[in-house]
């Protein structure tokens, strides 16, 4: 199972900066609207904040059928914080909420 880690910010470039100096490497991906490091296999990314519908960090976990697992997990009681949204092609993100509004996302096709 994939995860990865998505970091709401105001200032791209800044975020850019500090991670890369906190992290040690260069981001794998640095487009306008994400930046992203591979650390150790583990994505950490940078997005511009309201773009994944939470405050604060949202995991996210690599699903291979996001529709179905989504609907299970609202019927269980996950919120749903947003939409599926198409963010490249063939790949879709969305992002719920646990019972006590804990932001998680899934992506898939």
């Known amino acids: 199972?994939?995860?990865s880690t998505v970091?709401?910010?105001?200032?791209?470039?800044?975020a850019k900066a500090t991670?890369?100096?906190?992290?040690?490497?260069?981001?794998?991906?640095?487009?306008?609207?994400?930046?992203?490091?591979n650390?150790?296999?583990?994505?950490i990314g940078l997005a511009k904040k309201g773009t994944t519908g939470a405050d604060g960090p949202v995991l996210i976990v690599d699903v291979k059928n996001l529709d179905e697992l989504r609907t299970g997990l609202v019927a269980k009681g996950a919120k749903e914080v947003?939409?599926?949204?198409?963010?490249?092609?063939?790949v879709r993100v969305c992002?719920?909420?646990d019972a006590d509004g804990n932001p998680f996302g899934l992506r898939g096709a």
């Open 1 to 3: 199972m994939a995860l």
């Open 39 to 43: 650390v150790g296999g583990h994505e």
């Open 95 to 97: 992002v719920l909420a």
């Open 19 to 37: 991670y890369g100096a906190l992290l040690g490497i260069a981001p794998h991906t640095d487009s306008p609207y994400y930046v992203g490091f």
């Open 7 to 14: 970091i709401p910010v105001s200032d791209l470039a800044a």
């Open 82 to 90: 947003s939409a599926p949204r198409t963010v490249s092609p063939g």
